[in-house]
């Protein structure tokens, strides 16, 4: 597995962490020998310790997501440039990053009121605490959706954390390399995001 050991983790709690402050995931799976790539939501129950998701049924990687298929699920934490400029040691420029895979097993979710109960429950968890938005079972625009999606449960079958961190840097480097990818994870991207909207 890469990248070196000192750079991954196997605290499943430290990974569930990642997924639920970052759930946009990116889902991969193999149909005919070709990848095939989406970026949708993705939650962790914690009572089945599952991913749940759904996907639109028009999407051609429906196609690959079986009953018993295998698929990779990548979370993608914060991540920025390292300037060597930050440490108090002389190094070389690099790339911190936070990065969760999980390989797991799909099972389809067909009954349409199974499917509605996990468009409910990732609305809920993506409200967060303070819940503007309660998506009603009886909502007219999700009972007219549900025909659309296709709702699928993984079950997990391998954990990989991947948690660049300055880790082989003596410990002030270390900070100095967090703290800087704690300001880079907070910058104001709003001209960025303007100049997308043009």
């Known amino acids: 597995m890469y990248p070196p050991k000192h750079h991954q983790t196997n605290d499943q709690q430290k990974m569930i962490a990642v997924i639920k402050q970052y759930p946009f995931?990116?889902?991969?799976s193999v149909k005919e020998g070709n990848p095939l790539i989406t970026h949708?939501?993705?939650?962790?129950?914690?009572?089945?310790?599952?991913?749940?998701?759904?996907?639109?049924?028009?999407?051609?990687?429906?196609?690959?997501?079986?009953?018993?298929?295998?698929?990779?699920?990548?979370?993608?934490?914060?991540?920025?440039?390292?300037?060597p400029s930050v440490y108090t040691t002389k190094q070389l420029p690099t790339w911190n990053y936070i990065i969760v895979h999980i390989k797991g097993i799909v099972s389809l979710i067909n009954d349409p009121e199974e499917a509605k109960d996990t468009m409910i429950a990732m609305t809920q968890f993506l409200e967060g605490t303070d819940q503007k938005f309660v998506l009603d079972k009886d909502n007219r625009g999700m009972r007219n959706l549900i025909n659309y999606i296709q709702a699928f449960e993984i079950e997990i079958t391998h954990w990989e954390g991947k948690f660049k961190l300055s880790q082989d840097k003596k410990q002030q480097d270390q900070e100095n390399a967090k703290q800087e990818l704690i300001k880079k994870s907070r910058e104001d991207i709003t001209g960025f995001i303007d100049d997308l909207y043009l």
């Open 40 to 83: 949708i939501p993705i939650i962790y129950n914690e009572a089945t310790g599952k991913l749940v998701a759904h996907i639109d049924k028009y999407n051609p990687q429906v196609a690959s997501l079986k009953d018993g298929a295998e698929v990779t699920v990548v979370f993608r934490g914060p991540d920025c440039y390292i300037s």
């Open 25 to 28: 995931a990116m889902l991969a």
